[in-house]
């Protein structure tokens, strides 16, 4: 049993509580009781005083890649399983450092972010939860051996159907594909559709089948708008959208978008000598996102937040950087950027009845800031002194 003291609350971000303070009863690894400061507490509880810290629910990112270290994926490439594993472990914890509790890893090699995954269930090693994916699903495409090992090719609805249950074979908890062409896939071109219309039916289809859902790497308008159709959940990166796209997102419970600003900005100020012809596709992305991602957040989307951590040229832990990019880029209300990273995420994750609020009865993942974040939301990146991850405190003894 565990009582954090002398929490600063942010009402948008709790759930039947209405004080701008309180204590947090933390047992059997949830919120039993939320509480005015200063009520007595039981001898048996170990009480921590959060000295007046901002508490929040803990950050989600809904998109990185625990197989990327950040560096040249070509070096990644040449890692062995072991190698990947160990590296994976690393980067895991260095997020949860940073106070994403929950993370969904949209494509690794060799099963390591679903391995993972189940040693931190198990309680064998420290780190976020992990919603893994497996290997992405891909249509036979130049430059998909740039990412050695990390895709599943699949062309036509019976090998897809086969990939989908494959991947759900060794672990999945959803599945991710290719929609369009990639920035960091040499060859690829960014806003152009690679799977059918027909085919995205048939990975919705097949993954609908196992209980799950499909999550699309996404650039073009076109891609986007059959993804809408075809009933993929998310939409990952979402970077070239029109006016007709965001009517057809716009009160949407199935089909939301996924912004990853923060590679796209990596990738345009500075990447390794072998991936420079990245640049010129970022610097084009990032034009359109500029207006695209804008006009989705000033018509009410429910937006995810995701980075695409581990990806060239984002070192894992570097997770907050995405909040500060969403501010000075789009001139979000603070206060919405953070509800993205903890309320929205956690709904299109399907996870709302145990993340993404402060309320008794969920799951005691939360977060202490030191200093006001929607004063300075740069704070949730440098400030980040307290992480309880399922009731226990991992990070501010």
Known sequence: MLVLKNCKMIPELVEGYQGDTADILIEDGRIKKISACGEPVLEEAC????????????????????????????IDNMKTPVQQALDAVKFAKDTLMAGFTTIR???????????????IDEGKLVGPNIIASGKIITPTETGNDFFEGLYTEADGEEEIWKAVRQEMKKGADFIKIMGTGAVMNPGGAPGQPIYTLEELKAVVNAAKFKDTYVAT?????????HSVIAGVRTIEHASILDDEAIEMLKG????????????????VDSVPESSTFMKAKAKMVMEAIKVGIQKAYDEGLLLGFGTDQGATPLLHGGNGDEFVLRKEFWDMETIDIIKQATVNSAIILGREQDYG?????????????????????????????VVVKDGEIVKGK
Request: glycine share 12%; net charge negative; charged share 20%.
């Open 47 to 74: 009480v921590y005083d959060m000295e007046g810290k901002y508490t929040l629910p803990g950050f989600i990112d809904m998109h990185v890649h625990l197989t990327l270290s950040g560096g040249d994926t070509l």
């Open 217 to 225: 790497h996404c650039h073009g308008t076109q891609a986007i708008k």
């Open 252 to 267: 949407n419970e199935n089909t939301f978008i996924v912004p990853t600003l923060n590679v796209v900005h990596g990738l």
């Open 357 to 385: 609020t402060i309320k008794e009865g969920k799951v005691a993942d939360l977060v202490g800031i030191g200093g006001d974040p929607l004063a300075d939301i740069s704070r949730l990146r440098h400030n980040v002194d």
């Open 105 to 119: 890893d949209v494509g690794s090699c060799d099963n390591v972010a679903i391995d993972l995954r189940n040693a």
